[in-house]
């Protein structure tokens, strides 16, 4: 008599990533609760549901959950098209999609328990630790406790990963994936700019983790993540092997870049319907000349920084080793781009004159921020210059495993 045969296990379908129709989908949705966003210091419901919707949690969530496994230059450019409606929501969309990222380097019963629910989980991160957090080692995993600030998107997430220092004289950083209702939330997101976000304080109280449930940061940074092994497991994706230190700047650059491609618009659309007194009649303000050198500055810094981060996601797309190089010069290109960015919005802002000011003009949010994203420690210009001159210069390595990294490789 044979034996009969195994059950056949199938791998969960594979679910779509973020498209321009999806961004472009949840880019209007955004864009007509923008100023509660901003107002009310969080996203709405709906919008909440546009972000899941076009595939945000999912594009870099692996297969073997129904994950997309998707691309860099998608996720650039849909968080930028997202910008377009709502800078606060294309931030959090950003941060969620690269957080389920990172999340696919917990092992595997980790990663099981993360996508329990499917490949729709949204994950935040707390990369700032106060110096009250304690990460302590305990039969089993780690029992984590303290305050970590600047959780965007919490009020809506699923999990958490939360960055730590593992006891010891050696400075090693530890991530721990821990269910949002193990947290408090502490109201403290009172900013300029990006005030959507609510980007809140979270607390653990002696927050039990299991030991499949954190992984060394050093493990993320090498940019190798764990092989999937579920059903439907097909390798290790580009999406989970490019260098962390050539793709962290993404998350950040995405939503300033859709926030000062809006805001120049804005101003264009606006300025080009505007008529100003000049001895005795009306002349239009579009025929001036400082009004179209600053349209045409605002709006080829912003094309630039669109070509020069599209190389770095392509880069990145491209599933081949990396040079260290190349990681180097794309840390000087995120620096550059900030830059680029916040000369863009300036420019448009200083050209609008008392009515870029008012609370209702789209110009002055997007100048606000912009300004806010671009003030991130990973896009400032000096760290990542120095990293670009250490490299073309041969001054000087970068630090090894177990250095105290700077705040610029932290994810975010």
């Given amino acids: 008599m044979s034996e009969p045969a195994p059950p056949v296990v199938h791998a969960p379908p594979v679910a779509a990533g973020i498209t321009r129709l999806s961004a472009e989908a949840a880019r209007a949705t955004a864009a007509g609760h923008a100023a509660a966003a901003d107002r009310e210091r969080r996203l709405t419901g709906d919008v909440v549901s546009a972000i899941t919707d076009a595939g945000f949690a999912r594009h870099f969530a692996p297969r073997e959950f129904g994950g997309a496994e998707g691309t860099f230059t998608d996720y650039l450019h849909g968080t930028a098209a997202l910008a377009q409606g709502c800078a606060s929501a294309a931030w959090c969309a950003s941060v969620i999609g690269s957080a389920c990222r990172a999340a696919a380097y917990l092992p595997a019963e980790g990663r099981s328990e993360v996508w329990a629910d499917g490949p729709d989980t949204i994950v935040c991160v707390g990369v700032v630790p106060s110096p009250s957090v304690e990460v302590e080692r305990i039969e089993g995993g780690w029992a984590l406790s303290g305050a970590w600030h600047f959780v965007s998107g919490v009020d809506f997430a699923d999990w958490l990963l939360l960055a ?27 900013t300029a700019g990006m005030r959507g976000t609510g980007s809140k304080t979270v607390h653990a109280d002696t927050v039990f983790v299991p030991e499949h449930r ?3 940061q050093e493990v993320l940074l090498s940019g190798a993540a764990p092989l999937p092994s579920g059903p439907g497991a097909r390798g290790r994706a580009p999406c989970h092997s490019a260098p962390f230190r050539l793709i962290n700047g993404l998350t950040m650059i995405g939503p300033a870049l859709g926030a000062a491609r809006a805001g120049v618009d804005s101003w264009a659309g606006w ?8 001895m005795g009649r009306r002349v239009r303000a579009a025929d001036r000349g400082s009004v179209q050198a600053a349209l045409a500055r605002s709006s080829a810094a912003v094309d630039a920084v669109e070509l020069l981060i599209g190389r770095t996601a392509a880069l990145a797309d491209s599933g081949t080793p990396v040079p260290d190089a190349d990681i180097a010069r794309s840390h000087r290109d995120y620096a550059v781009a900030a830059e680029y960015l916040a000369d863009a919005v300036e420019g448009v802002f200083r050209a609008s004159g008392a009515n870029g000011q008012a609370d209702d003009n789209p110009v002055q949010r997007a100048w606000r921020d912009v300004h806010a994203a671009v003030s991130h420690a990973a896009l400032r210009f000096d760290t990542g210059a120095a990293a670009y001159a250490r490299s073309a210069l041969g001054t000087g390595a970068r630090p090894g495993p177990g250095s105290n990294r700077s705040s610029e490789e932290s994810p975010r």
């Fill in 214 to 216: 954190s992984f060394d």
């Fill in 271 to 278: 300025v080009a319907q505007k008529t100003e007194p000049a």
């Fill in 164 to 190: 730590g220092r593992e006891p010891g004289p050696e400075v090693r950083v530890r991530w721990f994936a821990v269910p949002r209702t193990a947290i408090g939330v502490e109201d403290t997101w009172f």
